[in-house]
């Protein structure tokens, strides 16, 4: 199940804090989201080769018997043509029943971590609108990031999933007030968010992609830090 992952690109800290907080603005924009290519949902052989390692499963009913057989890729395919579609809630539901069978049936978590970078993503998204209180922002935040860490601990190699963690970081760092007493929350903001992007950079892949993210935030980041030290 190769799922690519979608940008929730955040981006850049300033201030002692208000130099960090203001870069930090035009850095939480974008956001990488795990979404293969259009084709790859109906025609990728890698994500179905992948798949099919542990499907079809079955569906079990309250009484415990099987009674109808629905391959997982058939739920994974339904929810990123929902995600793709703009349909979140509906991806979530698809992805969360997904989890369910898989759990229910031991499959590995490690052959189905892009799932939880899926949900992430769009978790991610979900706390970028404007419609929103800060309350449930904050909720969709936390829920984000405790999706792309599920993703990077069944496989640390998602490159992916480590720069949309560090961008959330990011964001965080974002809500922090503008006081002196802030200072170090927002350092230690800004380290915690670079340490992610190292582990990106690290990663001998071809996400290019997270890759270049990855770059160019260790780079804002690193100025931002410098700029905090002057003040």
Request: aromatic share 6%; net charge neutral; charged share 20%.
């Given at each position: 199940?190769?799922?690519s992952?979608?940008?929730?690109?955040?981006?850049?800290l300033?201030s002692?804090?208000?130099v960090?907080?203001a870069?930090?603005?035009?850095s939480?924009?974008a956001?990488?989201?795990p979404?293969?290519?259009?084709?790859?949902?109906?025609?990728?052989?890698s994500?179905s080769?992948?798949?099919r390692?542990?499907?079809?499963?079955?569906?079990i009913?309250?009484s415990?018997f099987s009674?109808e057989?629905?391959?997982l890729?058939?739920i994974?395919?339904?929810?990123?043509?929902?995600?793709?579609?703009g349909?979140?809630?509906?991806?979530?539901?698809e992805?969360q029943?997904?989890?369910k069978?898989?759990?229910?049936?031991d499959?590995?978590?490690?052959l189905?971590s892009?799932v939880y970078a899926?949900?992430?993503?769009i978790?991610a998204?979900q706390?970028k609108?404007?419609a929103i209180?800060?309350?449930?922002?904050?909720?969709l935040?936390?829920?984000?990031?405790?999706?792309f860490k599920?993703?990077v601990?069944?496989r640390p190699?998602?490159?992916?999933?480590w720069?949309n963690l560090?961008l959330l970081?990011?964001?965080?760092?974002?809500e922090l007030g503008n006081?002196?007493?802030?200072?170090s929350?927002?350092?230690?903001?800004l380290?915690?968010?670079?340490q992610?992007c190292e582990?990106?950079?690290?990663?001998?892949n071809?996400?290019?992609?997270?890759?270049?993210?990855a770059?160019k935030?260790?780079?804002d980041?690193?100025?931002?830090?410098k700029?905090m030290?002057?003040l």
């Amino acid at each position: 199940m190769t799922i690519s992952t979608m940008p929730i690109l955040c981006h850049t800290l300033i201030s002692a804090t208000v130099v960090a907080l203001a870069l930090l603005s035009s850095s939480t924009n974008a956001f990488i989201s795990p979404l293969p290519p259009a084709k790859a949902v109906s025609s990728s052989r890698s994500t179905s080769l992948r798949i099919r390692r542990f499907i079809p499963l079955n569906m079990i009913s309250e009484s415990g018997f099987s009674m109808e057989e629905i391959p997982l890729s058939q739920i994974f395919q339904k929810a990123v043509m929902l995600q793709r579609s703009g349909d979140r809630s509906g991806a979530l539901n698809e992805y969360q029943q997904f989890l369910k069978v898989a759990t229910s049936h031991d499959v590995d978590p490690m052959l189905y971590s892009e799932v939880y970078a899926n949900m992430g993503a769009i978790y991610a998204m979900q706390g970028k609108g404007t419609a929103i209180n800060n309350e449930l922002k904050t909720e969709l935040r936390i829920n984000a990031k405790d999706a792309f860490k599920e993703a990077v601990n069944y496989r640390p190699s998602l490159g992916s999933a480590w720069v949309n963690l560090a961008l959330l970081t990011l964001a965080e760092g974002k809500e922090l007030g503008n006081s002196s007493s802030e200072q170090s929350k927002v350092e230690n903001t800004l380290k915690e968010a670079r340490q992610c992007c190292e582990r990106a950079l690290g990663l001998d892949n071809d996400d290019e992609q997270s890759r270049a993210l990855a770059n160019k935030l260790v780079v804002d980041i690193d100025s931002m830090m410098k700029q905090m030290r002057k003040l």
